[in-house]
């Protein structure tokens, strides 16, 4: 007898402990956008592609030692999104790397040293 298949819909939520929730959560609505739209944090984003791998356990692409996450944020300007934080005083933690057929990329870190990575899709990756 088979398993049956299991077919997830997307991504559901990004949940993650922080000193500070309520100030980290404001940081993120200010310089990103994500609001939270409701008392259950709802965010509304615009399709397109999901990227779920696992790293090594020993892995320094999250940066610090210690961070067991990273967050990946889908930009259509890698470099207007990058020009714009730093006008705000968020700098780049990494040098921006392109990977041909993926896209570009670009990372900075919030408030706490959770380093996030800004990724520009190539046309070639927003087509599954």
Same mark, same amino acid.
């Given at each position: 007898?088979?398993?049956?298949?299991?077919?997830?819909?997307?991504?559901?939520?990004?949940?993650?402990?922080?000193?500070?929730?309520?100030?980290?959560?404001?940081?993120?609505?200010?310089?990103?956008?994500?609001?939270?739209?409701?008392?259950?944090?709802?965010?509304?984003?615009?399709?397109?592609?999901?990227?779920?791998?696992?790293?090594?356990?020993?892995?320094?692409?999250?940066?610090?030692?210690?961070?067991?996450?990273?967050?990946?944020?889908? #930009?259509? @300007?890698? /470099? +207007?999104?990058?020009?714009? !934080?730093? *006008?705000?005083?968020?700098?780049?933690?990494?040098?921006?790397?392109?990977?041909?057929?993926?896209?570009?990329?670009?990372? #900075?870190? @919030?408030? /706490? +040293?959770?380093?996030?990575? !800004?990724? *520009?899709?190539?046309?070639?990756?927003?087509?599954?």
């Amino acid at each position: 007898m088979s398993s049956p298949t299991i077919r997830i819909a997307g991504l559901g939520g990004v949940f993650f402990r922080a000193r500070d929730p309520a100030a980290l959560a404001k940081w993120y609505e200010e310089h990103f956008g994500i609001t939270q739209a409701n008392e259950h944090g709802v965010w509304i984003q615009q399709a397109g592609p999901t990227v779920f791998a696992p790293f090594e356990e020993a892995t320094d692409y999250f940066g610090p030692a210690g961070k067991a996450f990273m967050f990946n944020f889908r #930009v259509s @300007d890698l /470099e +207007g999104t990058l020009s714009a !934080l730093a *006008e705000q005083g968020i700098v780049e933690v990494k040098h921006r790397e392109v990977m041909d057929g993926i896209g570009s990329f670009g990372w #900075v870190a @919030d408030p /706490e +040293g959770n380093r996030i990575e !800004l990724w *520009e899709p190539a046309k070639r990756a927003l087509q599954g």
